[in-house]
């Protein structure tokens, strides 16, 4: 990325998994975008005032703490006072995930993701929001 710009898009991810959360940080980096990325919801809640507000929420579906994915997207699109557009990468591939998802008008990416086509996803969800 080039550092003598400042980036004009940012994204909230949330994944239990210090791994996976680094290298989303990392490649979402990369992509242009400057990242909030914890472990948990209430890291997100915590740091989220005086952030700009989110071109994107990604999360994992199962999440510590009793979080799913769609309890996390919810919290952080109350914070923000606007319906985020938000993706959850997971392996789940459950009626009641799909319907809570549709609900709540959540984009489900199923495991694994390969990085191109979340960039198009991010990219279309961006687009239409």
Known sequence: MDMSTTPDRFAV????????????????????????????VETVLAKLPGCPLPNVILSDYRLRDGWSGITAVRAVREACGVTVPAIILTGDTGAELMAAAKADQIRILHKPVQPNDLRRQIDSLIAVG
């Open 13 to 40: 991810v949330i994944d239990d998994e210090s791994i996976i959360l680094a290298g989303m940080e990392i490649m979402l980096d990369t992509w242009g975008y400057q990242v909030l990325a914890a472990e948990d």
